[in-house]
C-alpha cells in the first residue's frame, strides 16, 4: 500500500496519526487496541450509571469521553485520503455525533446512549486490526470466526436491552435498571417467557413484537454461528475459498490439495 501524502503545515502531525491509525508497528497496533478499550469504558460507563442509578451524575467523566471522542473523529478526517468525503464515506460518523451529543447532554439524549456500542464494533471489526491479531495471536487466528460472533452476539443483547431500557424505564415499574431491560430481553430472545417482567403500553406490546418476530430469528442465528463447528482460514490456491474445516487435506470447492497448518493435535 503506497503510503499517503500530507501537505501544509499540519503534515508532521497528520503522518504521526496516519501511522497510528495504520500503520503496521506495534505502537500503532496498541493504539487501535487502546481505542476498543476506550470504547468498552465509554459503554460500560452508559451500563454502570443506569444500573447505579447515577446516569447524569457523571457530568465531568462525560465531558472527558466526549472531547476523546471528539478529538478521535478529527483525527480520522485530517488523515482521511479525500477529506470532502469523509462524512460520505464514513457512516460512522454520524453514530460518533450521537455519541459526543449523548455524552455532553445526557439528560436529554442519555436514554439513547446505546448507540456507542457502534464505536466499539468499528474498531472490533477494523481490517487492520483484525490482520495484525491473525499474525500476532495463534489464539485469534485459530478462534477469529468463533471471537466475531460472540461479539456481534453481545452487541445485538446489548443493543435490544437498552431499547427496552430508554422506552420502559419511566413507564415500566418492573423495569428500573439496565439489568431488568437485559433480564426481560434474554427471557424474551431464549422464548423462556418467565411472565414477571412484562412490557406495559402500546409501545411496549409493539416492541414486544418486533423483538419475538425479528429478534428471535436474529439471536438462534447469532447463537448458532457461535457454536457451530470451527473454520480455519487459509485461502485455496486454486479457487480462492478461504474457510475450510479443521481437518481439510482437500478444498471442499474445487478438490485441491490444502496444507493446512496444525498442532498435531
Not at 452508559?46 to 478521535?72: C, E, K, M, P, R
Not at 466499539?120 to 485469534?140: G, I, K, M, N, T
Request: hydrophobic share 50%.
Amino acid at each position: 500500500m503506497a503510503k499517503k501524502q500530507f501537505n501544509g503545515r499540519l503534515a508532521p502531525l497528520c503522518e504521526r496519526l496516519d501511522r497510528l491509525y495504520n500503520g503496521r508497528s506495534n505502537a500503532g497496533l496498541r493504539f487501535r487496541l487502546g481505542l476498543l478499550g476506550f470504547d468498552l469504558v465509554i459503554i460500560g460507563s452508559y451500563v454502570i450509571g443506569t444500573v447505579l442509578g447515577i446516569q447524569n451524575d457523571w457530568l465531568i467523566l462525560d465531558l472527558l469521553l466526549a472531547s476523546i471522542v471528539f478529538a478521535d473523529l478529527v483525527a480520522r478526517w485530517l488523515i482521511s485520503s479525500g477529506n470532502r468525503d469523509f462524512v460520505r464515506r464514513n457512516p460512522f460518523y454520524w453514530a460518533d455525533i450521537i455519541v459526543i451529543l449523548s455524552l455532553i447532554a445526557p439528560i436529554i439524549f442519555g436514554d439513547f446512549a446505546f448507540l456507542r456500542v457502534l464505536r466499539a464494533l468499528r474498531v472490533v471489526r477494523s481490517y487492520r486490526v483484525l490482520q495484525e491479531l491473525r499474525h500476532d495471536s495463534r489464539f485469534f487466528r485459530r478462534n477469529e470466526d468463533v471471537v466475531q460472533r460472540s461479539v456481534n452476539l453481545a452487541v445485538f443483547i446489548f443493543i435490544v436491552s437498552s431499547v427496552v431500557f430508554a422506552l420502559q424505564k419511566t413507564a415500566n415499574p418492573d423495569i428500573v435498571t439496565w439489568v431488568d431491560a437485559l433480564y426481560f430481553t434474554m427471557a424474551a430472545l431464549t422464548t423462556t417467557g418467565f411472565g414477571d417482567i412484562v412490557l406495559v403500553g402500546t409501545s411496549g406490546r409493539w416492541l414486544s413484537i418486533v423483538i419475538l418476530i425479528v429478534g428471535v430469528g436474529l439471536f438462534l442465528h447469532l447463537l448458532q454461528s457461535v457454536f457451530q463447528p470451527p473454520k480455519i482460514r487459509q485461502k485455496c490456491k486454486s479457487c480462492g475459498l478461504l474457510l475450510h474445516d479443521t481437518d481439510a487435506i482437500h478444498c471442499k470447492h474445487c478438490g485441491a490439495e490444502m496444507n493446512i497448518e496444525t498442532e498435531g493435535h
